[in-house]
């Protein structure tokens, strides 16, 4: 070896995984011997080489940031992970990350933040694999459990009676925390009422027909205010004069009987009708002599029933409820017939008494005469 001069390094240092050349060349050998002319050198190339081998396998685990809010309309953010890795000599410059480390959120929910361990680029060769792990996390918002109050208001109505039909439809909705809105809500009701008639009709609002739809409050209370969600048709205070005329009748006297029966009515307003009054009279006359017989219609049998008028006045008129019967203007031809005798005379008393009568009606009758005379002669 003394006869070799060398002008190289023959040294090499590393730290990072690699080969790395010691410097030793066959030209950085001289012969000095002068013993020998015909030196050839020889490196052998596998020795000349400072190697550092790869490290085993590194597990870097990525932990997303996670964060819980409660729900106040406002957007809520979270941001970052937290990294561990296994092994001291790998550190957080080892990598690049690409993806996006940010969730963000405004409604009630969980929110992954959904990072990938693709989303990780390995910038370290000194280790034969680096593994990285993503623990998830989420940003995760609360529904507000603060009461909401949501008032609903229907849009009742009230009329007068005028026999048409009326309509009171829908309502409003006055919500006290402005973060929920009318479009949050579901109504399975009808909000709708019609009628015609004076009286009450319902709308069909009901606090049980109206469910909450925002998942951001769980604490929703409907309060219908009441008395709004009715439809309201009052009587018409309108006089009305119901004139009542009784189907009385004129005969003349012909031995049977008659009859006089029903009324008819005229009402100042044409929505009154026969049905929206009672009647406890008779209205009814029957007789066969001669005479007025009374079919008992009196006003104050009448009764108005109808919901819709409340000022109603009835009035008969005078003489319209009567039967009569006139007497019959026929000759009546009575013969009277003396039941006189004949007898000779014997000293005896004679007596010649009574009489017949023969009527040319049958409807007239010996009943019917009054005979003041004596009818007997002794």
């Known amino acids: 070896e003394e006869d070799i001069a060398f002008s190289g390094e023959a040294e090499a240092s590393g730290t990072d995984a690699g080969e790395y050349d010691m410097g030793i060349a066959v030209e950085d050998f001289t012969n000095i011997s002068k013993n020998f002319t015909n030196v050839t050198f020889v490196v052998v190339e596998e020795t000349v080489k400072l190697i550092i081998e790869k490290a085993g396998t590194v597990t870097v685990t990525i932990t997303e940031k996670s964060e819980t809010y409660t729900y106040d309309g406002n957007e809520k953010t979270v941001t970052g992970y937290d990294v561990s890795i296994d092994n001291a000599l790998y550190g957080e410059d080892d990598f690049t990350f690409n993806g996006t480390a940010s969730v963000s959120g405004t409604d009630a929910g969980s929110y992954d933040m959904e990072i990938e361990a693709s989303d990780f680029v390995n910038n370290n060769n000194n280790f034969k694999e680096v593994i990285f792990v993503v623990v998830d996390g989420q940003l995760t918002i609360e529904p507000n459990d603060e009461e909401v109050v949501v008032t609903i208001t229907g849009n009742g109505a009230t009329y007068t009676y005028d026999g048409t039909e009326k ?20 109504f399975s009701g009808e909000a709708s009422a019609k009628g015609t008639d004076a009286g009450e009709y319902d709308m069909g609002i009901a606090p049980e027909d109206f469910e909450n739809l925002n998942k951001n409050f769980t604490n929703v209370t409907f309060e219908v205010v009441e008395g709004s969600d009715k439809l309201v048709i009052e009587p018409s205070d309108e006089a009305i004069t119901v004139t009542i005329t009784g189907n009385g009748a004129t005969y003349t006297y012909d031995g049977t009987e008659k009859t006089a029966d029903g009324y008819t009515m005229e009402s100042s307003n044409a929505l009154y009708t026969e049905d929206d009054f009672s009647f406890s009279g008779k209205a009814s006359a029957s007789g066969t002599d001669a005479g007025e017989y009374d079919m008992g219609i009196a006003a104050e049998d009448f009764a108005n029933i109808s919901k819709n008028f409340t000022n109603v006045t009835f009035e008969v008129v005078e003489g319209s409820d009567k039967l009569i019967i006139e007497p019959s203007d026929e000759e009546i031809i009575v013969t009277v017939t003396g039941n006189g005798t004949t007898h000779t005379y014997d000293g005896t008393e004679k007596t010649a008494d009574g009489y017949t009568v023969e009527i040319n009606n049958p409807l007239f009758t010996e009943d019917d005469l009054i005979f003041n005379g004596e009818a007997s002669a002794s």
């Open 167 to 186: 309509t009171a439809d829908g309502y409003t909705v006055e919500i006290s925390n402005p973060l929920l809105t009318e479009d949050d809500l579901k």
